[in-house]
């Protein structure tokens, strides 16, 4: 069973960067999609960034030139750097993996889901 575990969320003023991780067990995929979406409270869930095994990225646009999205194949592990935080940003972030779906859509099926690291960003 794959488990995926999210850290390094916290509280940050604007302007601040965090860097968010997931760590994957029991992945044994040869190739597969790391994605990280984020639920705000009241709205609906956001894709915001996703890389596959070939390190292409995709970038939700509220994102793009901010964040960064890379990944550690040895220690498959997922990271997030989060830089020029915003209060909108602030949302509860989680990290996604699928063998075949690499959408940021927010419907996107993928397959396996951590339980997230929330993120808050005050002005």
């Known amino acids: 069973q794959v488990q995926l575990v999210e850290s390094g969320g916290g509280s940050v003023q604007a302007g601040g960067s965090l860097r968010l991780s997931c760590a994957a067990s029991?992945?044994?995929?040869?190739?597969?999609?790391m994605a990280w979406f984020r639920r705000a409270p009241g709205k609906e869930r956001e894709g915001v960034a996703a890389?596959?095994?070939?390190?292409?990225?995709k970038y939700a646009d509220s994102v793009k030139g901010r964040f960064t999205v890379s990944q550690d194949n040895a220690k498959n592990t997922l990271y997030l750097q989060m830089n020029d935080l915003k209060p909108e940003d602030t949302a509860m972030y989680y990290c996604?993996?699928?063998?075949?779906?690499?959408?940021?859509?927010?419907?996107?099926?993928?397959?396996?889901w951590g339980q997230g690291t929330q993120v808050t960003v005050s002005s």
């Open positions: 996604a993996v699928d063998r075949w779906v690499c959408q940021l859509d927010p419907n996107a099926d993928f397959r396996h």
């Open positions: 890389i596959d095994s070939d390190g292409t990225t």
């Open positions: 029991s992945l044994y995929y040869s190739a597969f999609c």
